[in-house]
């Protein structure tokens, strides 16, 4: 029996019989012997065959091709989180001031009652009883010409108020007042016949429902031509031309077109038609608005901005707006003005509510 040892690795072997050997440990070729024993008593050595040594470096090549998979896997990971963790700081940091601006404000049964609600920047939903909603939309204070043709006057407003999104519907006016005077029938028309004080009565109870500092009213007519005109200056919101196409009215009367359109002879639904750039509906036709004021011929006697006692009992008459299914187009121009009885009701006179800052 004799020994070798691998040049390379020091790895000794017994070795029993003549031959050229491999290293078992590193595939180096073993230094030659001169052996004469019975090779068939004496262990042969485990030396490496070239197949073994292909083997053996596929393994490591293997191995190392897992661990840098591993490695790229843990760099992904680390990288994924680091990005939400940023996120969520973000997200996190954003002002109370914005996140309140972006969602509407939910107020349930009372005052106290109150659960935000995701709906469009700038707006109010006051829930009603039965889960009736009423949406109002904020209307930055400003300036702007009222009237037209000659009969005008710059008017300024300076606190910012609410104008209902649509006219007061049936549903909405039955919630509080529990009863329903419309002549056409339907929970999302607007309610009409319904006179000036009914109006008012209507505002007053929906007070119970405002937020600490504000107070429903009806709009000053100088608000709600504001409103109606939503920084246009023409005839009507979108241009200077109606029949029938883009709000309820005759359009057997068109105005400032000669193509006739529809004439529907009675309410159509809220929301029927498109709204004007402040999000309001059916600020021209549909039914006429009661406004807060007086009636007066003369724009110079117009007051902007002001409250007025809900049981005010003076019959004098009072501004109505916004024309009506029933009326010509020319009649349904955000500048036409006319006035009514406060105890008068027809199926085309309805209103809408405003949300003012209380005194």
Sequence with gaps: MAKTQCRKCGQVYE????GVFLCSACGETLPPVAIAVNEEQAPIAPAASPENKSRK????LLAVAVVVLLVAIAIGIGFYWGRNQDKTAERSSVSPLLTAQSTGKSISGNKESVSAKSEKTDSKIITLPGNVELQLN???AGSFTMGEDGNTRDMKLTKDFYMGVTEVTQGQYRAIM??????FKGDDLPVECV??????????????????????TLPTETQWEFACRAGSKTAYSWGDSLNGDKANCSGNSPYNTSIKGKYIGKTTPVKSYAPNAWGLYDMHGNVWEWCLDNYTHVLSNVKAEFTRNYRDSAGSPRVIRGGSWSNCAVRCRSAYRSGWNPDVRRNYLGFRVALVQAD
Excluded: V
């Excluded at 070795?15 to 003549?18: E, M």
């Design 57 to 60: 470096g596929l393994y490591i």
């Design 195 to 216: 006179t000036w004080h009914k109006a008012m009565e209507f505002c007053e109870r929906l007070n119970e429902y405002a937020p600490d500092g504000w107070k429903f």
């Design 15 to 18: 070795i029993n019989k003549p």
């Design 178 to 183: 529990k009863d329903n005077p419309a002549r």
């Design 138 to 140: 904020l209307i930055k």
